[in-house]
């Protein structure tokens, strides 16, 4: 994830409700994915990510992640290049955010819970 990306906001080419079956874009086996569940009473209407905690991005999750619900999230593949441990928060409809927590976005079925 380059500095200008991330701020383009290039980082998800599909992300899909679990339940309904929706997908913007077929991901490839070699893309990196994810899960994001949102555990809170509160939609999510961002998901930002950065390498060092002061240069946020993020990733497009369409009109938010209602209570409940679960997405799969595909990093866009100019990001490749980039470390596998980024720094994830989330801005939710009430204007909160998450503590910034570090994952490994590397790791086999990495499963975020806001």
Request: aromatic share 12%; charged share 20%.
């Amino acid at each position: 994830m380059t500095l200008n990306r991330a701020r383009l906001g290039l980082f998800a080419i599909a992300f899909a409700v679990a339940g309904n079956g929706m997908v913007s874009t077929a991901a490839h086996a070699n893309e990196f994915s994810f899960t994001a569940t949102n555990s809170t009473s509160t939609a999510i209407t961002e998901i930002l990510v950065s390498e060092n905690k002061s240069d946020w991005g993020y990733f497009d999750i369409g009109s938010g992640i209602k209570p409940g619900s679960t997405v799969d999230l595909v990093w866009d593949q100019s990001t490749n290049g980039e470390s596998c441990a980024q720094w994830v928060k989330a801005t939710f409809a009430d204007g909160s955010e998450s503590e910034p927590a570090q994952f490994d976005f590397c790791e086999s079925g990495l499963e975020l819970d806001f």
